[in-house]
């Protein structure tokens, strides 16, 4: 090669390699947009849900603009990236073996950038196989020779480029793409963690005496599916070890299976038509003023410092008026809907999908709804990592929603491809994401004991709601959509027993300030406390003969808790929301009531349900009321209104005068 040709090809090689780059990123926004489309483009929903898009398309012109700059830089970047190696290997190659061939430059441009791309999409499939780049390229793997030939793959492409840059004589862009590669390696290490966790035993001045109160929930867990109620698979090693050490409420219900209510009937005592929380995002003036939560009493009551933790906030809209003083958890809002949902890119899923990242995607940090790329490592370490600071407070109150397990059940390897047991592959998928957050909970437990806070604390571990094959707040005649895990610890003792007594998440909050002496707050309940069988001083009157209401909510995958196809849900859900100008999204003050009135309810004994159900698709008969023993009939298939009338007319007679005019 004469030297007067070196400076063009070198040009051309570079323009080339942003040119490739380029290329692959607007391919894969086409199938990006191809597979969005041919998932929500039949039925009835181009008139709504694509309404509804470009309405928040509008909204965020500017954040998307910057968003698509962002990842055009990225893609540039790693074609100037590759580029440079093509030219340092070329100059190795002509300084040290002088090869004749006249396309030296063409076949090592083909071969590295071939090589590179291969690699970063196998990488994206073994690591995300619910990506939808992962099916461009293999089935869903995740087994142990795959993932070491991707790192194989990844050492040898990382090894050749170091070799070629030490001899290359151009220093500033060789040190300059070195470090480039040192940072990007580095970063999903989380350094910074490491090193404070590290330190902070040095730093860090322990000033708690307690009692804490740790409430923690593991989102969309049915009991059902632990190994500590008979589970065959080990799903949850860490709950199982804990429930050994806490009392366990073996009936236990939510009176509404969705995580904003159903988080609020907890930390109220209340049900949802007492404290105003009937959906999930709702607007706040719907709130009752007589609804007050256990942090808000407990830090103005009794000084405690408080503290929320949650990894997905879509349908969860905590805030700090809720009685917080500190929250960490994903941005809420359409930003969130919107970029979380799009966003999956090979070259940011596998090298910019952590804390560096976090810079130019904020959307995805510690963000449990960007499901198909969630890496739970990340929310166990920010959480575990503030103990220090709660360490350093007299008491504090902790709430933590780990939202691992809640649909769609997606993530990183190697939970989603961990269970293969069940012949439904969406139950297999259910079961890894209970272990994602069984492992988040163990890392939890683990560094409450190592600061010296475990035995300080009143730890409460439930879960808001369960989950059924139907999913959860959909129907009431599937038990496991209400059913919840209840497990108490109380603070200085660990104790292990199992209460049969029908109980509900109502009855937590009451319990809570009944196992802390002085605290009288001022407001209403509709539980009791559950003080006096934990420490086995008898039964509760008031749950002798115990009762739980329940309803069913509103969601965009079940308008009015009723079975739809995708596109016809969609279209039936879209339009119930809006967004303020903060990018909040809620539901439309018009459609509130309408919700409110086409849900089931049902009132429960330990034996009996009776179930009111809304028939939205029949007019000629708006209801159905129906009864059923849970004890010959657990799945609820079979009316028995007429083989008990009293018991019938009773229930049914209880559920209307709750209920009011809801019912009318």
């Keep these: 090669m004469k030297p007067q040709e070196k400076p063009a090809s ?56 910057m968003y698509l700059i962002l990842l055009v830089a990225i893609y540039i970047v790693f074609g100037l990236i590759n580029s440079a190696y093509v030219i340092f290997a070329r100059d190795a190659l002509l300084r040290k073996f002088r090869p004749k061939t006249p396309h030296l430059a063409a076949f090592l441009f083909l071969g590295i ?64 793409a070195l470090a480039f590669w040192a940072v990007v390696l580095v970063s999903p290490l989380q350094p910074a963690y490491h090193f404070k966790s590290l330190l902070s035993p040095l730093f860090t ?62 930390l109220t005592g209340q049900y949802p038509v007492t404290s105003g929380v009937r959906l999930n995002l709702m607007k706040r003036h719907h709130i009752s003023p007589n609804a007050h939560t256990v942090p808000q009493i407990l830090k103005d009551q009794k000084g405690y410092f408080t503290a929320f933790f949650a990894d997905e906030t879509r349908f969860c809209n905590i805030r700090p008026e809720d009685g917080f003083d500190y929250l960490e958890h994903p ?64 008491k504090f109150f902790l709430m933590i929603n780990f939202v691992a397990s809640h649909w769609p059940y997606f993530s990183s390897s190697p939970y989603p491809l961990l269970f293969q047991a069940n ?13 994602m957050a069984d492992d988040q909970f163990g890392r939890l437990i683990e560094s409450l004991k190592r600061k010296n806070l475990y035995d300080k604390s009143l730890i409460i571990v439930l879960s808001d709601h369960g989950e059924s094959e139907e999913g959860h707040g959909t129907t009431l005649r599937a038990t496991d959509q209400n059913r919840t895990l209840l497990a108490i610890k109380p603070a200085g003792s660990t104790i292990n027993k199992e209460i049969e007594t029908l109980v509900r998440t109502i009855d937590i909050a009451p319990t809570v300030y009944d196992l802390l002496p002085g605290t009288q707050p001022n407001t209403r309940f509709d539980g009791f406390s559950l003080k006096p069988l934990i420490a086995g001083a008898g039964d509760v009157p008031e749950l002798a003969d115990s009762r739980i209401i329940m309803e069913t909510e509103f969601s965009l995958d079940a308008p009015g808790g009723i079975g739809l196809a995708l596109q016809e849900m969609i279209d ?19 459609f509130f009531d309408r919700l409110i009135k086409n849900r089931q309810r049902a009132i429960q ?49 209880e559920l209307r005068q709750f209920y009011g005019v809801e019912l009318d």
């Design 423 to 435: 012949r439904d592959p969406m139950i297999n998928l259910y079961d890894g994401a209970i272990r």
């Design 10 to 65: 070198t040009r051309r090689i570079v323009v080339y390699s942003i040119l490739l780059y380029t290329g692959l990123l607007l391919a894969e926004i086409g199938f990006n947009i191809f597979a969005f489309v041919t998932t929500y483009s039949t039925g009835k929903v181009h008139s709504t849900f694509f309404a509804k898009l470009k309405e928040s398309a509008g909204f965020l012109k500017y954040q998307v603009v």
């Design 205 to 266: 001045k322990s000033n708690n005496t307690g009692p804490n109160v740790i409430l923690i929930g593991i989102d969309s867990l049915a009991p059902s599916h632990m190994g500590y109620f008979g589970y065959s698979l080990n799903t949850t090693p860490h709950l199982d070890k804990f429930l050994s050490e806490a009392v366990i409420f073996k009936n236990c219900f939510s009176p509404i299976a969705r995580t904003f209510p159903g988080w609020y009937s907890i």
């Design 113 to 176: 950038n071939v090589f590179f791309i291969i690699t970063v999409y196998l990488t994206n499939a073994v690591r995300y196989p619910y990506s939808k780049l992962s099916g461009l390229l293999m089935p869903k793997d995740n087994s142990v020779p795959l993932q070491i030939t991707i790192y194989i793959l990844l050492a040898v492409y990382l090894l050749g480029f170091v070799w070629v840059s030490l001899q290359a004589k151009a220093k500033k862009v060789k040190w300059a």
């Design 605 to 653: 004994t330990k034996r009996w349900k009776l179930i009111w159900e809304p028939l939205l698709h029949n007019p000629r008969k708006k209801v159905d009321i129906r009864l059923f023993d849970l004890e010959a009939d657990p799945r609820c298939r079979r009316d028995v209104s007429a083989l008990f009338p009293e018991v019938f007319q009773e229930l049914l007679s």
């Design 572 to 590: 039936q859900g879209i339009n119930f929301y809006e967004f303020d100008k903060n990018g909040i999204i809620t539901v439309k003050d018009e």
């Design 331 to 394: 941005l809420m809002g359409i930003r969130d809907f919107v970029f979380g949902s799009i966003h999956d890119f090979s070259l940011p899923n596998v090298f910019f999908n952590g804390p560096l990242g976090y810079l130019p995607f904020d959307f995805i940090r510690i963000n449990r709804a960007v499901s198909h790329i969630y890496q739970s490592r990340y929310f166990a370490n920010e959480l575990v990592s503030y103990l220090d600071v709660l360490q350093s407070k007299e």
